[in-house]
């Protein structure tokens, strides 16, 4: 009797471990999209192409050009295809979607169409998610990711000798005379050499 209830429930938690399991949990979390070092959240929909989305992204980021298409949206082809399950849809600014299955466009301003959702950038306003998307200063690169992109540090200046102040090492030791290397002084990275 105690064999029966170990293998039932061995059984029982093994089907709770399926792949198909694994891809629902993550559409519980977010999807992450960095476009010039500035990264935001998106609250996925639950479709057929956010789980094979999902899927993609479980291997690795995927990073595309997209351009400014009809004065509102960034579209733009991100060398997969995914299945599509297209409904007549109006967007409106933060809106993630699926185009032809290869296209994802995110919208700063409205259309109406029919797309397959992907999801909506959280918490930000129309005029944010213009400045995020950069609408209409042309191609951006977009990458998509299941963990929040760190592209580190974005600026290099060399050290000036008018500059005042110590200097820190990336460690926070105040760098010592002759150091050379990156520094942070007056709260700007430099690099000092």
């Given at each position: 009797?105690m064999?029966?209830i170990?293998?039932i429930?061995?059984?029982?938690?093994?089907?709770?471990?399926?792949?198909?399991?694994?891809i629902a949990?993550?559409?519980?979390e977010?999807?992450?999209v960095?476009?010039g070092g500035?990264?935001?959240t998106?609250?996925?929909?639950d479709?057929?192409c956010t789980?094979?989305?999902?899927?993609?992204?479980?291997?690795?980021i995927?990073?595309?050009?997209a351009h400014?298409y009809?004065?509102?949206?960034?579209?733009?082809?991100v060398g997969?295809t995914?299945?599509?399950?297209d409904r007549q849809?109006?967007?409106?600014?933060?809106d993630?979607?699926?185009y032809n299955?290869d296209n994802?466009?995110?919208?700063?301003g409205?259309?109406?169409?029919?797309?397959t959702?992907?999801?909506k950038l959280?918490?930000?306003?129309?005029d944010?998610?213009?400045q995020?998307v950069?609408?209409?200063e042309?191609?951006?690169?977009?990458?998509?990711?299941?963990?929040p992109v760190h592209t580190g540090?974005k600026?290099f200046l060399?050290d000036r000798?008018?500059d005042?102040g110590p200097?820190?090492?990336?460690t926070?030791?105040?760098a010592?005379?002759?150091?050379k290397?990156?520094v942070?002084?007056?709260?700007?990275k430099r690099?000092q050499?």
């Amino acid at each position: 009797m105690m064999k029966k209830i170990l293998v039932i429930s061995c059984t029982v938690l093994l089907c709770g471990c399926t792949k198909e399991n694994t891809i629902a949990q993550t559409l519980d979390e977010k999807l992450y999209v960095t476009i010039g070092g500035v990264t935001r959240t998106v609250t996925m929909e639950d479709n057929v192409c956010t789980r094979a989305l999902m899927a993609a992204l479980q291997t690795g980021i995927i990073t595309y050009t997209a351009h400014d298409y009809g004065n509102f949206e960034k579209v733009g082809d991100v060398g997969q295809t995914f299945p599509t399950d297209d409904r007549q849809t109006t967007t409106s600014a933060g809106d993630l979607v699926l185009y032809n299955g290869d296209n994802i466009c995110i919208f700063y301003g409205s259309n109406s169409w029919s797309y397959t959702r992907i999801g909506k950038l959280d918490g930000l306003s129309a005029d944010e998610v213009r400045q995020f998307v950069k609408a209409g200063e042309g191609e951006v690169s977009i990458t998509l990711s299941l963990k929040p992109v760190h592209t580190g540090i974005k600026e290099f200046l060399p050290d000036r000798e008018t500059d005042e102040g110590p200097a820190y090492t990336v460690t926070g030791q105040v760098a010592p005379a002759g150091y050379k290397g990156f520094v942070i002084r007056n709260g700007k990275k430099r690099i000092q050499r």
